[in-house]
């Protein structure tokens, strides 16, 4: 037996084994509903991922907004103060 082949010392034949045993316990239609929720899951937080930086950019924007009305009021308030 050559050791490293597969897995930690996992030979391909019995990670065959193993597969064929877990189709059999659980049978295709419930391997494939759960491969189904997971594929659902993940694309469900990639989307969640990515509305939450669409998020964050938009509050940057406003409060890069705020901060350039805040600097024109400003600049007024001196233009004011200096006639």
Do not use: C, H, Q
């Given at each position: ?42 694309k ?38 200096k006639?």
């Open positions: 037996m050559l050791y490293g082949f597969g897995l930690g010392g996992i030979s391909p034949w019995s990670l065959l084994i193993i597969l064929v045993i877990v189709v059999v316990i659980f049978g295709t239609k419930r391997l494939r509903n759960a491969g189904g929720d997971l594929g659902g899951a993940v469900n937080f990639k989307d969640s991922m990515k509305s939450g930086a669409d998020s964050v950019n938009a509050k940057k924007e406003s409060i890069e907004d705020a901060a350039d009305d805040v600097i024109d009021a400003t600049s007024k308030v001196k233009d004011t103060t006639s």
